[in-house]
C-alpha cells in the first residue's frame, strides 16, 4: 500500500472550484494512489458525491460539541453523516489563530473518535525550540497532551517554522523525529510528516522509513504537483 498523501486545502476554493477539481482528479488518479483530501466544510458534499471509490475525505476542524446552541460549530455527527474518514484537528493554525490548547485538541480528537472519524493529530516545534534543540521532548509533550484518552488516531508531525515557509526539516532529522514519535505510540500508529512537502521534495522524504505519508497543504491544491506526491508515495 502506498503512503498517504492528505491534502490540507485550508480556506481554498469555492465549492464550484473544487467540484470541478474532484472531477479532475478522478479521471486521473491511479488506483496505487492513498490520497485522503481535507477540504473546507463547503466542498465536503461534492467530495462525498465525486471522490467515493478514488479517495478519502474529511474536515479540517470540528466542534468539540457534540450538539446544541453552538452558533457557526460543524459536529463530529455531521461531519460522519457526509462520509468523511479523517479530520484534522490542533493543526498549528487553529492553535495559533484560535488559540487552540492541547486539551481541547484532545477533546476535538474525541467527538470524532466517537462517530468513527480518524482525528489527524497535529502537532510540532516552533522555531525558536527547534534552535534551543528542545523539539524532541516538545513534540512529544505536546502529543500525549493532544492524543490523551484517544485510542485510534493519526499523527502529523508539522514543524510549525516549516509550514508555507518554502522549508523543510532535512529527511534525516524528519525521519529522526517520526523515530522517537513511533516509540512513544501505540504500535501501527502512522506519523505524516507535513511542512512545505512539494514535488521536489516528497520522493527523499517518503523513502524514510518511519515516515508513512505527507500532510500537505500549498501543493495539494494543484491536481499536477498533488498526482506528483501520490506517484512519490507509492515508492
Ligand atoms: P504547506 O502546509 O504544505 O503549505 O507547508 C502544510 C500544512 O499546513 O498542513
Redesign the pocket.
Known sequence: MAKLIAG?W?MYKTPSEAKTWFQDLVKELPSTANAALMVPFTALPYAAEILEGYAAWGAQDVSVHVEGAYTGEISAKMLADLGCSYCLVG???RRTYHGESDSLVAQKALRLQEVGITPIV?VGEPLEVREAGKQVKYTLEQLAKSTQGLDRFVV?Y?PVW????GKTASSEDANAMHQALKETLPGGTAVLY?????PGNASSLFAESYIDGG??????LKIADYLQLLAAAVG
Not at 507535513?194 to 512539494?198: D, I, R
Open positions: 490540507n485550508k493543526h498549528s493554525e497535529c502529523a508539522e516549516a509550514i508555507g515557509t507535513g511542512g512545505s512537502v512539494n500532510l500537505v497543504g500549498g501543493a495539494s
